[in-house]
């Protein structure tokens, strides 16, 4: 089974709809994260959690929020969708990245806002 | 991801070596990483090396680092087709986030 799961792996919506992407994850990590893909910008981070009392925003936070269920569970909100969201969304978990700790990322959600 | 550059596309033949560059901003980063995402996939990291180094070596992997520069690169030797996938270069900016770079697709043919 795999570590970092995220459900839905693909969804199609339309503006102005409320969308929940969830993560979960096996590691027994502390630490969660919710990035953003776009082709051409690689990778933006738009929340992460030192743990489930402790949830930070990342570089674009606007028009996003996410709730930290449990240790192993993360999840990422838009409350009211907007075409310009239309990305590839990772979940990603890890140790520590300052003494060389992997981030393990979920296989993706790709959503599109029509 | 604009404190990490890197090229977006590198064509290279099967056996031949790839060589995927990448310059940083940030002279405090720790560590630097390469992961590798393959189609439908998430990313996996593939290397890493910690800034007090210059060279590292897995397999067919080189990573060299010259600091001065702010210069990363990655050698695969005798490229494979499951080579083929977007290589992303990152730099540790503080105890929690990475900064990743646009990502070079390498595509490798016959």
């Known amino acids: 089974d795999a570590d970092v799961t995220q459900t839905p792996r693909n969804r199609i919506t339309k503006t102005g709809k409320r969308i929940m992407l969830e993560c979960s994850q096996t590691?027994?990590?502390?630490?969660m994260y919710w990035y953003r893909q776009d082709p051409g910008l690689g990778l933006q981070l738009i929340y992460y959690?030192?743990?489930?009392?402790?949830?930070n925003k990342g570089e674009i936070s606007d028009g996003y929020s996410v709730s930290r269920q449990a240790q192993a569970k993360f999840s990422l909100s838009l409350e009211s969708a907007i075409p310009n969201q239309t990305a590839l969304y990772f979940c990603?978990?890890?140790?520590?990245?300052?003494?060389?700790?992997?981030?393990?990322f979920g296989p993706g959600t790709r959503l599109t806002v029509l | 991801g604009e404190d990490v550059e890197q090229s977006l596309f590198l064509s290279v033949r099967e056996g031949d070596s790839s060589v995927i560059n990448c310059t940083y901003t940030?002279?405090?980063?720790?560590?630097l990483y390469w992961y590798k995402q393959e189609p439908g996939a998430g990313l996996q990291l593939l290397t890493y090396?910690?800034?007090?180094?210059d060279m590292k070596q897995d397999q067919r992997l080189t990573v060299l680092l010259n600091k001065k520069d702010k210069h990363l690169s990655l050698r695969i030797a005798d490229t494979q087709t499951g080579d083929s996938a977007i290589y992303f270069c990152?730099?540790?900016?503080?105890?929690?986030?990475?900064?990743f770079g646009a990502g070079t697709t390498v595509t490798v043919r016959a």
């Open positions: 990603a978990t890890s140790d520590s990245v300052r003494q060389g700790g992997e981030q393990f």
């Open positions: 590691k027994g990590h502390d630490r």
């Open positions: 959690s030192f743990d489930v009392k402790d949830i």
């Open positions: 940030d002279s405090s980063s720790t560590y």
């Open positions: 090396i910690f800034s007090n180094m």
């Open positions: 990152a730099e540790s900016i503080n105890d929690y986030k990475l900064s």
